[in-house]
């Protein structure tokens, strides 16, 4: 079946780092692929998503591209907020919409 | 749009016992998932439904496991006779067809314990 492999965690940055957080997938068909992210005491929010390989999706200062080459979709953001610390979920979609979410990436910066 | 609301927000529960937790949808959404996520771990999908109509059950979801949403607005997942593997967050989500282009909108999830 479809799968979704991130890198794992925690990850510690300092503040004003470079970020990438990896995420590659297994899918039989052609799906969207989405980063949520989950703060603190939060519920998951929708941070970035692409419908169709080559596309890049953004938001809040991060990135990803849809790489069908690598089957990848690798979050990343050129400087870190103290305020980015949070976990961060890669998901692909399948037929009637069901998400499968990977295992979730850690995030901690440091001022 | 008061997003999607779940109720309880937390249930501590003793084994044998049933629980059941409620899902309040964005309204104009059609669609309403329920997941369930343990700790460290990624939103596992449990089913779904379009409307009123339950269109898939996850292996996950066993005999104990009961999901509706009679009428096409907000949905109960029951857990009947609980057992400590059910100690999770369950989590729902609601959206349009536009799943593609717009994602989900998740509430903030029912945290069970099963003591």
């Known amino acids: 079946g479809d799968s979704v492999t991130q890198m794992e965690g925690p990850v510690t940055l300092s503040e004003e780092a470079f970020l990438t957080i990896n995420c590659t997938y297994t899918?039989?068909?052609?799906?969207?692929l989405f980063w949520y992210v989950q703060y603190p005491g939060e519920g998951l929010q929708l941070l970035l998503k692409?419908?169709?390989?080559?596309d890049k999706g953004s938001n809040k200062g991060f990135e990803a591209t849809y790489r069908k080459e690598t089957t990848s979709f690798h979050l990343e953001k050129g400087s870190v907020q103290v305020s980015d610390s949070a976990v961060y979920f890669c998901?692909?979609?399948?037929?009637?919409?069901?998400?499968?979410f990977g295992q979730g990436t850690e995030l901690s910066v440091k001022p | 749009d008061t997003g999607v609301s779940q109720d309880p927000r937390h249930k501590i529960t003793k084994r044998g016992q049933n629980v059941t937790f409620r899902c309040d949808p964005i309204s104009e959404h059609n669609r309403l998932y329920w997941y369930r996520q343990t700790l460290g771990q990624g939103p596992e999908f449990l089913t779904y439904?379009?409307?009123?109509?339950?269109?898939?059950k996850s292996r996950l979801l066993s005999d104990r496991f009961s999901a509706e949403r009679p009428k096409g607005s907000f949905s109960t997942l029951e857990i009947q006779r609980t057992e400590q593997g059910d100690s999770a967050m369950y989590l729902c989500?609601?959206?349009?067809?536009?799943?593609?282009?717009?994602?989900?909108?998740f509430g903030s999830g029912t945290r069970l314990t099963v003591v």
């Open positions: 998901a692909l979609s399948e037929e009637g919409g069901k998400l499968i």
């Open positions: 692409a419908t169709k390989a080559d």
């Open positions: 439904f379009q409307n009123e109509a339950q269109l898939e």
């Open positions: 989500a609601s959206s349009n067809r536009g799943i593609d282009e717009y994602g989900y909108t």
């Open positions: 899918a039989t068909g052609y799906p969207s």
